[in-house]
């Protein structure tokens, strides 16, 4: 059985969080969190994929806690908040067309926000990975292509840098540059789903990782649980829950966030071991 651990969107607060709920995971069950980080699959979304490139760089869940924790980070502010780039994404969703147009509007915002330049955004992503390579193992990454909308997936055999890779992926447009890579630039893989299950449709059962509420909703149709829940194969998700959701704060972007989003789930991880042990067993 081909198995996936999927490592969702949701800022800098996803990444401390998706951290902190893989050590709970290992506190209270090191061979079910090591089953989980030997996964046939490690597919990441924007936040997700500074995670999964992290895992598969063979960077441990307490080393990549401990960073989270750490006073100094390599980690910039954005200086929007969540708040002000919905209201920027309110026209390009409210206006006329299809998803794949309204998709090429945010593309356009992507490319015309005032941002902190390429290399410098390049930087902070290349900081958080322990190692710039591609691992030897089947490590998928998302990003959209800015012009066409298309959903990219990233991997090994792509020819592109896994710092670029991951670099578009986190690309949230508004917020970060849109990232050139060859002709093409690419924003956010979480535009369009925060979780792109169906970048996983080859796999037989997959634990999913979203840092957002079970009832979070999607501008373009299914939110993250209704995707979930369409999966081919079996599936089991931890959605962040009410401790969490108060630890992100308003905005997730803020570097700020990053140590109560870690403490609230590494708690959340041990509550959810017991259960996830019994999927995993099944």
């Known amino acids: 059985m081909t198995r996936a651990l999927i490592l969702g969107g949701g800022g800098l607060a996803g ?20 089953r989980l980080l030997n996964a046939d699959v490690l597919l990441g979304t924007s936040a997700g994929s500074a995670v999964a490139a992290q895992l598969g760089g063979g960077a441990s869940p307490a080393e990549l806690y401990a960073r989270q924790l750490a006073e100094e980070s ?15 994404f309110i026209g390009a969703l409210g206006a006329p067309g299809s998803t794949l147009e309204r998709l090429r509007r945010i593309g ?18 290349a900081h958080r990975l322990p190692s710039h390579d591609w691992p030897d193992r089947d490590l998928r ?35 970060w540059p849109a990232v050139t890579i060859g002709d093409r630039t690419f924003m956010d893989g979480g535009v369009g789903s925060t ?17 957002a509420g079970e009832t979070a909703p999607s501008p373009f149709g299914a ?13 089991f998700a931890v959605f962040a ?31 959810v071991a017991p259960a996830l042990a019994a999927f995993l067993a099944g």
Do not use: K, Y
């Open 74 to 88: 390599h980690e910039i502010d954005p200086g929007v908040t969540i708040d002000e780039l919905t209201e920027v």
């Open 195 to 211: 979780v792109n299950m169906a970048a996983a449709a080859d796999c037989a059962a997959a634990v999913v990782l979203v840092p």
């Open 108 to 125: 356009g915002i992507a490319l015309a926000a005032d941002t902190v330049p390429e290399r410098v955004r390049r930087e902070v992503i």
């Open 241 to 271: 829950d009410a401790d969490a959701l108060a630890a992100f704060g308003r905005n997730p972007l803020d570097p700020q966030c990053r140590r109560p989003s870690a403490i609230a789930g590494r708690g959340q991880g041990r509550r």
């Open 15 to 34: 990444i401390a969080w998706e951290t902190g709920v893989l050590t709970g995971i290992a506190d209270v069950a090191p061979q079910i969190a090591e």
């Open 223 to 235: 939110g993250p649980a209704e995707e979930i829940g369409a999966f081919s194969g079996a599936a």
């Open 141 to 175: 990454i998302t990003a959209t292509d800015t012009a066409t909308a298309e959903l990219v997936v990233f991997t090994a055999d792509s020819g592109v840098a896994l710092v670029d890779a991951v670099a578009a992926s986190c690309a949230v447009p508004g917020a």
